[in-house]
């Protein structure tokens, strides 16, 4: 599966931005996707990430009532919508593609696929 995030950008604090990942290759129903970010000097960070039928989503703490993860499968693509962002939001952005279990959604290691990453910077 190739992946290739988009969508990032440079926004005030309070404002949305709407992350999209488009996929090639494999099948792209057959995967869970998810999305990270990882901060300068930061380990990589799970942000959301949702089943292949899109029936169920996850959140990180942090964004958990902000951030919308969401899945077209007839279009390949899965995006974030990520609204009332604040400066400890701004990150590279990666979208990723693999089979992980329920308890090991949020661990980057359990993903094969993925993106290139997308900047978020969100100013105060």
């Known amino acids: 599966v190739q992946l290739q995030a988009s969508g990032g950008g440079l926004v005030q604090a309070g404002g949305s931005l709407r992350l999209s990942c488009a996929a090639s290759g494999r099948t792209f129903r057959n995967y869970a996707m998810g999305w990270f970010r990882q901060a300068p000097g930061k380990e990589r960070e799970f942000v959301a990430a949702?089943?292949?039928?899109?029936?169920?989503?996850y959140y990180a703490d942090s964004v958990k009532g902000r951030f919308t993860i969401s899945r077209d499968n007839a279009k390949d693509a899965v995006y974030l919508q990520m609204n009332s962002l604040k400066p400890e939001d701004t990150a590279v952005y990666y979208c990723?593609?693999?089979?992980?279990?329920?308890?090991?959604?949020?661990?980057?290691?359990?993903?094969?696929?993925w993106g290139q990453g997308t900047q978020v910077t969100v100013s105060s």
């Open positions: 990723a593609a693999g089979r992980p279990i329920v308890t090991t959604m949020s661990r980057p290691t359990a993903y094969d696929y």
């Open positions: 949702i089943r292949w039928s899109g029936s169920t989503a």
